[in-house]
C-alpha cells in the first residue's frame, strides 16, 4: 500500500494563478481531510470529506475549493493565489471519524506551496 | 472555539533522559479526544498516543505515556529513554467526538542531544 499520496511535493505560483493539489488513498479511506501548515504553527483544518459526493468545510475553508467524485481522490483547488496561501498541505485520510474505535488519520508527505 | 496551547516551544534532552512536553486545551465539551503528533524533518505526521477523554487511565505507548489530567485541561506528553531518533516536532491535538476538525497546537521542537 502508498497509502496517501500528494502531488506535487512543491511548487510556485505567481499572485492570481490557480492549481489543483492532488491526493489520492489507496486504503479505502471513507474520510479525507486537507490542512494546511503555517510557519510555526499547528494544522489547521482547510476542507473534509465523509464519502465520495460529500464535503464539508474546516476552520480555515477561504480561497479553496474540493470535490469528490471518487473515494480514492481528494484534490483541493486554489482559484486566485495569494501570499496568505503560501503554507504546507497536508492530506490524510482515516476509515471512520478519528479517535473513534481507535481510528487513525494517516497523512501524506505534504506539499510546500509558494505564492509570490 | 477550541484552543490547543504548547508553551514550549522548544526543549532539548540528553540522550536515555526523559522529558515531558506540556499541552493545555479549552474545551467546555465532556467526550472528546486528545492527540499527540510527532513530525520529523522528513514532514510526517505520525501519531505517537491517544486518550479518549472518558478514561481515567492515562494512555502509554512503549516509551511514551501522557498525564491526562481532565479537570485541569491538560494533557503532557513523558518520553522516556529518549532516543535521538526523538528529534522532531510534537503537536499536540484536540477533537471532539463525531467531529472531524482536528485542533492543533503550535507545537515543540523537541531536540535529542548525543
Redesign the interface.
Known sequence: NAGVTQTPKFRILKIGQSMTLQCTQDMNHN?M?WYRQDP??????IY?S?GAGIT?K??VPNGYNVSRSTTEDFPLRLELAAPSQTS?Y?C?SSYG????L?T??F?G??TRLTVV | AQTVTQSQPEMSVQEAETVTLSCTYDTSENNYYLFWYKQPPSRQMILVIRQEAYKQQNATENRFSVNFQKAAKSFSLKISDSQLGDTAMYFCAFMKSNNNDMRFGAGTRLTVKP
Open positions: 474520510y481531510y510555526g504553527m499547528g494544522l489547521k483544518l473534509y465523509v464539508d474546516g476552520e504546507v497536508f490524510a471519524t478519528i479517535g473513534r481507535n487513525e488519520a497523512f508527505q505534504g
